[in-house]
């Protein structure tokens, strides 16, 4: 497949898309709910335009909900398939687990796995669909990762975005992130802010680490003032040490993936640690590769049109190979 043959929306008609057609298509979506892990009640969305035999799931990363993705779902859906999207706990439009609703939180990193699982069987593969594809982006990375090992028939191919197989820290705090997080839930009878992490704050565009894209930025901006309850602020120290013991968890299971995986990551990530992909890789040979979009940022999936493009046409060469 060409680059040509491949059509994706783009920033230079990016608000006539969302005024028009993206908008259109976020109109006929079906909204839903299901019980999680200690009946959490989470949120999850659908959009299935005609009829399909092919579905994506996708997995949206910390503090992000899925209406963030909406260009995202046009252009997947533009090539030929169904999308179904959970919001994790705590986040998006799905429950809160904390008095204060804007810190990040889980009790059990494994929660987010139990709930993916729960969401596929219960609510995407009932209804009928030949090929079953993963899509997860950063922290939702992780949690397919472990999915993906938990559950090895579940899915038929699987794309993870920047996905949280280590977090990118500088040297002096490797060693002491985690048992600084441990220690600091384990001294307070309720949740808190880890060190330097805060409630919602609207950041500004300038040196961002996330993407180059301005326009998309903005919008995402715009969407958290439109809709204040999609907000979420810095992480809770229990959140630090459970998404710190996971990634760990990641590279030790995937040994047992044999869902044909493909990483995608940005020269320019500071989020993720991309050498833990290679890591994460040497356990999964046969089915794993990596491609590497020189100068992108974490967010490949919100990036300028020239590296987004790149990250859609591998997802969707992926997809198509099955």
Not at 275 to 284: L, R, S, V
Request: aromatic share 12%.
């Amino acid at each position: 497949m060409t680059h040509s043959a491949l059509h994706f929306s783009q920033e230079a008609s990016f608000s006539n898309m969302m005024a028009g057609p993206i908008t259109a298509l976020w109109q006929q979506r079906h909204e839903g709910t299901l019980q999680g892990v200690n009946q959490c009640q989470l949120s999850w969305v659908s959009l299935t335009p005609g009829t399909n035999n092919k579905v994506i799931v996708i997995v949206n990363g910390r503090i992000e909900s899925y209406y963030k993705y909406q260009e995202l779902f046009f252009d997947l859906i533009n090539q030929g398939y169904h999308i179904y999207a959970l919001d994790h706990r705590g986040q998006g439009m799905s429950q809160r687990l904390t008095a204060d609703p804007e810190m990040g939180y889980v009790d059990q990193f494994d929660d987010y796995v139990t709930d993916l699982h729960t969401f596929i069987t219960d609510i995407v593969k009932p209804q009928g669909y030949q090929h079953h594809f993963l899509l997860g982006h950063s922290m939702g990375g992780a949690i397919s990762s472990l999915l993906l090992a938990r559950h090895p028939k579940l899915i038929d191919r699987a794309v993870l975005s920047a996905p949280m197989h280590g977090i990118h820290l500088k040297p002096s705090l490797r060693f002491f992130a985690e048992p600084l997080a441990r220690f600091n839930d384990y001294i307070h009878s309720q949740p808190t802010y880890a060190p330097g992490q805060r409630a919602y704050y609207p950041k500004p565009f300038a040196n961002n680490p996330l993407t180059h894209s301005e326009t998309r930025f903005q919008w995402s901006k715009s969407l958290y003032q439109q809709q204040p309850q999609l907000r979420l602020g810095g992480a809770s120290n229990r959140w630090v040490w459970q998404s710190m013991a996971a990634t760990r968890h990641c590279i030790a299971e995937a040994k047992n993936i044999i869902t044909p995986t493909l990483i995608l990551q940005g020269s320019a990530d500071h989020i993720v640690d991309n050498q833990a992909h290679y890591h994460f890789c040497q356990h999964t040979p046969n089915y794993s590769q990596i491609v590497t979009i020189a100068d992108a940022r974490h967010e490949l999936l919100f990036e300028k049109d020239q590296y987004r493009n790149i990250a859609l046409m591998e997802i969707c060469n992926h997809f198509a190979a099955s």
